[in-house]
């Protein structure tokens, strides 16, 4: 059995990769050096945006995307529950509120329809996500955001190498947020892309991750004189959210296989669909897919029937070696968010569909060094773990 399976995901390295690190350690650069805007140009040509900004991780690219909006504090931002509770986090971080939205059980993305009634006068943003690598809705969420004169944030963190309606992710919103952790499509150990078309926002986010400092030649002179020797500003407050040459090195190699990554993913998700059709207990969402989007398959993951207790399919799992996981705790029900924002155990009933979607939703293995054997093994577990749950239930 394959001993990597015990995680539902995980990096693929090999001897290219590692002798591009290797370079770039035995560079003049380990950090701020040539590998980092080379890593952003070739990114953002992937994609086919105009700015890509690289930073620490997709968390770093979540706050750094909302704070350069420069919103007045307590606005809110409209965001899903069912994701990680970064996507929300972002919006606190910057002296924001997060306005919880409930998701389409079809799909597990925001639901549109309900985005709209959401909004009110301190509305200045949506935030959507793109579970799974699986695009939202973008051109319903682009119709609401304009007629309502709001901000989109794409979270993207699942989604490298996605596509919408013949377009790559990472230039349909005012900003998008990449991930590169090392479940993620692509790698960079840890590390984060923010893509924009907008000029102003891309210079402010480059400032940010680096302290909110500002150099320039017209600073020295106005500031302190031609002849000075300090040459910079603090224009806003930032953080150090830098990424380093190694990792953008890395990230470099890992780009000119991307579509291979997600090729792999994809036959693999159809090897699932096949195995798993007409078995009893279990539902495969990603069976139905629209054929006009570009999956990235972050994450593979069934339904199992109401009725079917999740934990126990889990541990039954885990006991065959099997990394299946739950995805994700909807954010409201966290104790840090319901005490910060006030929110009652009734919360719960506001969000149907998020509450639906936990309650049976497995997060099965995929990644691209799995095989064919690893799926069917994987499959059979699931069959045998059903069986025995509904033997112990009789």
């Not at 040509?45 to 979540?62: R, S």
């Not at 799992?317 to 005490?339: L, R, T, W």
């Amino acid at each position: 059995m394959n001993p990597f399976l015990k995680s539902y995901g995980r990096q693929s390295i090999d001897e290219e990769d590692i002798q591009a690190v290797a370079e770039a350690l035995r560079s003049d650069f380990l950090t701020t050096g040539p590998k980092v805007e080379e890593f952003e140009k070739k990114f953002s040509e992937y994609i086919g945006c105009k700015h890509a900004i690289a930073v620490a991780n997709g968390t770093a690219a979540l706050e750094l995307a909302v704070q350069c909006l420069q919103l007045s504090p307590g606005s809110e931002v409209i965001v899903t529950p069912l994701t990680f509770m970064a996507s929300a986090n972002c919006i606190l971080y910057n002296n924001l509120k997060p306005v919880f939205c409930d998701i389409d059980i079809k799909t597990l993305n925001i639901n549109p329809e309900k985005t709209e009634a959401k909004i009110t006068k301190k509305t200045k943003a949506i935030l959507y996500v793109d579970f799974g690598g699986r695009p939202c809705e973008i051109d319903k969420l682009s119709k609401i955001a304009k007629k309502h004169n709001l901000y989109l944030i794409e979270d993207a963190c699942h989604a490298v190498g996605g596509g919408y309606h013949g377009k790559k992710l990472g230039c349909l919103a005012d900003l998008t947020t990449f991930s590169f952790h090392p479940v993620k499509t692509i790698t960079t150990g840890e590390g984060g892309m923010v893509t924009t078309e907008n000029d102003e926002f891309a210079e402010r986010i480059r400032m940010l991750r680096n302290h909110g400092m500002l150099k320039n030649d017209k600073l020295k002179l106005r500031k302190y004189g031609k002849d000075a020797f300090y040459e910079y500003d603090m224009a806003y407050l930032g953080r150090n959210y830098r990424l380093t040459d190694m990792q953008c090195a890395l990230g470099i190699s890992q780009l000119k296989k991307i579509e291979s990554f997600i090729e792999k993913r994809a036959k693999l998700v159809e090897l699932y669909n096949k195995l798993f059709k007409g078995v009893r207990g279990i539902s495969t969402p990603l069976a139905n897919i629209d054929k006009e989007n570009k999956y990235s398959w972050h994450l593979y993951y069934i339904l199992l029937d109401k009725g079917i207790n999740k934990n126990k399919f889990l541990n039954f799992m885990k006991s065959k070696g099997v990394g299946a996981h739950s995805f994700y705790i909807p954010i409201y029900n966290f104790s840090y968010y319901q005490e910060r924002l006030g929110l009652g155990k009734e919360i719960k009933k506001e969000y149907p569909a998020a509450e639906e979607a936990f309650s049976r939703i497995v997060i099965l293995p995929l990644f691209p060094s799995m095989s064919e054997e690893d799926v069917k093994y994987i499959v059979e577990c699931a069959k045998e773990t059903i069986k025995a749950i509904k033997e112990v239930r009789t």
